[in-house]
T-cell receptor, first 117, second 115 residues
Framework: AQTVTQSQPEMSVQEAETVTLSCTYD???????LFWYKQPPSRQMILVIR??????QNATENRFSVNFQKAAKSFSLKISDSQLGDAAMYFC??????????????FGKGTHLIIQP | GAVVSQHPSWVICKSGTSVKIECRSL??????MFWYRQFPKQSLMLMAT?????????EQGVEKDKFLINHASLTLSTLTVTSAHPEDSSFYIC???????????FGEGSRLTVL
């Protein structure tokens, strides 16, 4: 079974600074997706960034970037120039890349990100 | 705009009653939808995979007779919590898979409180 581990229950960063959230996972599959989702107090799940395991290049989305280390099964999220609106729970998630698309996500326990003004 | 709509967003019911939660795919047809449960201050746990026109696939430990899933059309899946008890109180979230983009889109969630 696949597992996703987020070892930081809570992180705090000053506004405009950079913060890195860690995530490791365990799988025997070679093809899969990795995601970072943000869940603000509204509880709506918002996709932050996605990485396909077969791609060597790290995904980036504006201020958000990942450090994907496939051999180490590590998938960290870096948030640059942190803003107050970034405060939320962040979940790392894994999904097998299957032809049928019939597999749900496996989530980590989440990291609560606090932005200090 | 929203891609996935869930209804109701919150519901309170008495113990022993049944509650139905709807998940609608607004932008595309979805043969597969997923139901998750999230307890306070915890992560999302996959409950079941809803398959259009066939039986749902339940994760280990999830009672299929307790959580009835119906996926009668390509845009609607329903989760019915039968004979609800206080321990069923939780946040239930559905998601829809887009075959075109591979993305998963989440509904707004439904908060169930069983008294």
């Amino acid at each position: 079974a696949q597992t996703v581990t987020q070892s930081q229950p809570e992180m705090s960063v000053q506004e405009a600074e950079t913060v890195t959230l860690s995530c490791t996972y365990d799988t025997s599959e070679s093809d899969y997706y990795l995601f970072w989702y943000k869940q603000p107090p509204s509880r709506q799940m918002i996709l932050v960034i996605r990485q396909e395991a077969y791609k060597q290049q790290n995904a980036t989305e504006n201020r958000f970037s990942v450090n994907f280390q496939k051999a180490a099964k590590s998938f960290s999220l870096k948030i640059s120039d942190s803003q107050l609106g970034d405060a939320a729970m962040y979940f790392c998630a894994y999904r097998i890349l299957s032809g049928g698309g019939a597999d749900g996500l496996t989530f980590g326990k989440g990291t609560h990100l606090i932005i200090q003004p | 705009g929203a891609v996935v709509s869930q209804h109701p967003s919150w519901v309170i019911c008495k113990s022993g009653t049944s509650v139905k939660i709807e998940c609608r795919s607004l932008d595309f047809q979805a043969t597969t939808m997923f139901w998750y449960r999230q307890f306070p201050k915890q992560s999302l746990m996959l409950m079941a995979t809803s398959n259009e026109g066939s039986k749902a696939t339940y994760e280990q430990g999830v009672e299929k007779d307790k959580f009835l899933i119906n996926h009668a059309s390509l845009t609607l899946s329903t989760l019915t919590v039968t004979s609800a008890h206080p321990e069923d109180s939780s946040f239930y979230i559905c998601s829809v898979h887009s075959y075109n983009t591979g993305e998963l889109f989440f509904g707004e969630g439904s908060r169930l409180t069983v008294l």
